[in-house]
T-cell receptor
């Protein structure tokens, strides 16, 4: 099946810093989503982005489907950005496959 | 809209007991699914449904049963709970399987 790899596994930054999270996938996909899992365990939709670039406030995402990767950018980080960021893809048969996540810690 | 709701929030079971995790959505979504999340890992698909009366297995279906009698509800049943089923369970829904999926708040299950 399709493999989804995220990097880095852990990232520790000071408040105000910028960060880039990467998601590589091993085959073509129909759907790619980015999620933020906050410290209370809630999964929050960030982007649905099978291709192209989208922006939402301090967050933006780019997916280059032909090269099988997606990037999530977080600018001017805040402590509330802490948590785990997951990339998930669907290939064909409607099954969402998650990466292992990037744990982001923003220190004040 | 309440979105995707799950009950209970937390449950403790003894090995061999059975229980049903409830999931409901009020967005008239056709696609619903169940995932489990183990410590330090991403979510893994247990079962999914593309509409009422239709279910299929995901990556880790053993030990779990599902049914889909209505569009709104998609319960997950554990018939003989085992410690290996200790996990956090998430339900999700989507207009179709390839569109944005929306997740419920999760159920934490501890099997002793």
């Amino acid at each position: 099946g399709i493999q989804v790899e995220q990097s880095p596994p852990d990232l520790i930054l000071q408040e105000g810093a910028n960060s880039t999270l990467r998601c590589n996938f091993s085959d073509s996909v129909n759907n790619l989503q980015w999620f933020h899992q906050n410290p209370w365990g809630q999964l929050i939709n960030l982007f649905y982005i099978p291709s192209g670039t989208k922006q939402n406030g301090r967050l933006s995402a780019t997916t280059v489907a032909t090269e099988r990767y997606s990037l999530l950018y977080i600018s001017s980080s805040q402590t509330t950005d802490s948590g785990v960021y997951f990339c998930a893809v669907i290939q064909g048969a409607q099954k969402l496959v998650f990466g292992q996540g990037t744990r982001l810690t923003i220190n004040p | 809209n309440a979105g995707v709701t799950q009950t209970p929030k937390f449950q403790v079971l003894k090995t061999g007991q059975s229980m049903t995790l409830q999931c409901a959505q009020d967005m008239n979504h056709e696609y619903m699914s169940w995932y489990r999340q183990d410590p330090g890992m991403g979510l893994r698909l247990i079962h999914y449904s593309v509409g009422a009366g239709i279910t299929d297995q995901g990556e880790v279906p053993n030990g779990y049963n599902v049914s889909r009698s209505t569009t709104e509800d998609f319960p997950l049943r554990l018939l003989l709970a085992a410690p290996s089923q200790t996990s956090v369970y998430f339900c999700a829904s989507s207009p179709s399987g390839t569109e944005t999926q929306y997740f419920g708040p999760g159920t934490r299950l501890l099997v002793l």
